[in-house]
Structure formats: structure tokens, C-alpha cells
């Protein structure tokens, strides 16, 4: 029973490119979050999706951030012209379709991936 | 808006007990969490306690929670080397109707001394 997956691990992208990080939720699990930790910080929430759907995205900055979660696929968080302060670790989370399971459980996250933009 | 505080640092000797404290404001976060981050990794659930308990125990773990005072404390007992790590607490957000996003805390390291 893989965990939750998350690739690459580590991406460095040069100032102005796009940076593309995937996320692989667990077997069973329909929900995805994302969280930006920066250096020396906690993790900060950006967005929630189920599949095909954005339910909240309101910790993502209003411009160059996207992300999806199609039918099939992995769930991807984009980053258009990547500046320097987008550097940080990405992590994506995973939990189940009940409520309560989710609280008795948590969330499962991955091991992030860590983008370095010089 | 919420906001999870917990200390930066602890530093302990090995066998001694580790007491992390953590406050949080939305009093009605349903459920508290407490995760291990290891250097370069993910981070792992280690317990988490529902609003309407005081104490829960889990081998060497024990999570206390003053609903009144929006304060939460995990005692690891018998410390040792391996559980050196960045410790966060984090809350269920329930703030503006959303759908139980977690809020962290910035995460208090521990050091544990042979």
C-alpha cells in the first residue's frame, strides 16, 4: 500500500521558468492538499482539490500558482516564471472521502519535493 | 484568523522526558495533531487527540489538551536519540466554512544529547 507520492523530490529551475510538481494520492484517498514549507517555517496551506474540482484554494498566491486533479492522473501544482522566494519545500497531502476518518487519521503526506529556483 | 505558537527549540538528555507546548486559537478545531518531521522527509502523524478529550496515551506518547486555555502539550517519555526531530502541532481549520485544511505551527525542534 504505497503512501502518498510525490515527484521529482528535488527540482532547481533557473528565474522566469515553469515548475511542474506531481502528487500521487493514496490508494482510496480523493482528497489532495498542498502546503508550501519555507525555510525555518511551518507548513502553510494552499489549496484543496477533489477530483476535477477546486474546493478551496485560498492559501495560493493570486498570480503564477495553479493546480488540478484530473479524472486520471496525478495531481499537479504549477508555478508559472518562478522567482527566487518561490524556493521551498512543496508537500502534498492525502485523506479519505469521510470526515471522520479524516480527523481519526489525519492526513497522509508525502515526502515532498523541494524546489531550489536560481 | 487562527494561529498555531509552539517554542522553537528543546533540547533534552536521552532518557529524560520531552514535554512540546503548542497553543492554538480556533476553539473549534475538531480535531489537534501532532507530526514528526525527520531532516529531508515527509512528515508523520503521531497521534492526534479530539476536541472533547483531555488525554490520550500512546506507548510513550502522551497528548494533553486545556480546551480552556487552547493549549496542547505532548510528553514523549524515555527520550531517545531517534526522536530527535522537528515537532508540529497543527489544528483542523474550520475558520470560513472551510473543509479541514490544517494549520501548523512553525514546529519546535528537538535535540536529544547522548
Known amino acids: 500500500n504505497a503512501g502518498v507520492m510525490q515527484n521529482p523530490r528535488h527540482l532547481v529551475r533557473r528565474r522566469g521558468q515553469e515548475a511542474r510538481l506531481r502528487c500521487s494520492p493514496m490508494?482510496?484517498?480523493?482528497?489532495v492538499y498542498w502546503y508550501r514549507q519555507l525555510p525555518e517555517e511551518g507548513l502553510k496551506f494552499m489549496v484543496y482539490?477533489?477530483?476535477?474540482?477546486?474546493?478551496?484554494e485560498s492559501g495560493m498566491p493570486k498570480e503564477r500558482f495553479s493546480a488540478e486533479f484530473p479524472k486520471e492522473g496525478p495531481s499537479i501544482l504549477r508555478i508559472q516564471q518562478v522567482v527566487r522566494g518561490d524556493s521551498a519545500a512543496y508537500f502534498c497531502?492525502?485523506?479519505?472521502?469521510?470526515?471522520?476518518?479524516?480527523?481519526?487519521?489525519?492526513?497522509?503526506f508525502g515526502s515532498g519535493t523541494r524546489l531550489t529556483v536560481v | 484568523g487562527e494561529d498555531v505558537e509552539q517554542s522553537l527549540f528543546l533540547s533534552v538528555r536521552e532518557g529524560d522526558s520531552s514535554v512540546i507546548n503548542c497553543t492554538y486559537t480556533d476553539s473549534s478545531s475538531t480535531y489537534l495533531y501532532w507530526y514528526k518531521q525527520e531532516p529531508g522527509a515527509g512528515l508523520q502523524l503521531l497521534t492526534y487527540?479530539?476536541?472533547?478529550?483531555d488525554m490520550k496515551q500512546d506507548q510513550r506518547l502522551t497528548v494533553l489538551l486545556n480546551k480552556k486555555d487552547k493549549h496542547l502539550s505532548l510528553r514523549i517519555a524515555d527520550t531517545q536519540t531517534g526522536d530527535s526531530a522537528i515537532y508540529f502541532c497543527?489544528?483542523?481549520?474550520?475558520?470560513?466554512?472551510?473543509?479541514?485544511?490544517?494549520?501548523f505551527g512553525k514546529g519546535t525542534k528537538l535535540s536529544v544529547k547522548p
Open positions: 497543527a489544528e483542523s481549520s474550520n475558520y470560513g466554512g472551510s473543509q479541514g485544511n490544517l494549520i
Open positions: 497531502a492525502s485523506s479519505p472521502i469521510m470526515q471522520l476518518d479524516r480527523g481519526q487519521r489525519g492526513y497522509t
Open positions: 490508494k482510496g484517498h480523493s482528497h
Open positions: 487527540i479530539f476536541s472533547n478529550m
Open positions: 482539490l477533489q477530483k476535477e474540482n477546486i474546493i478551496d
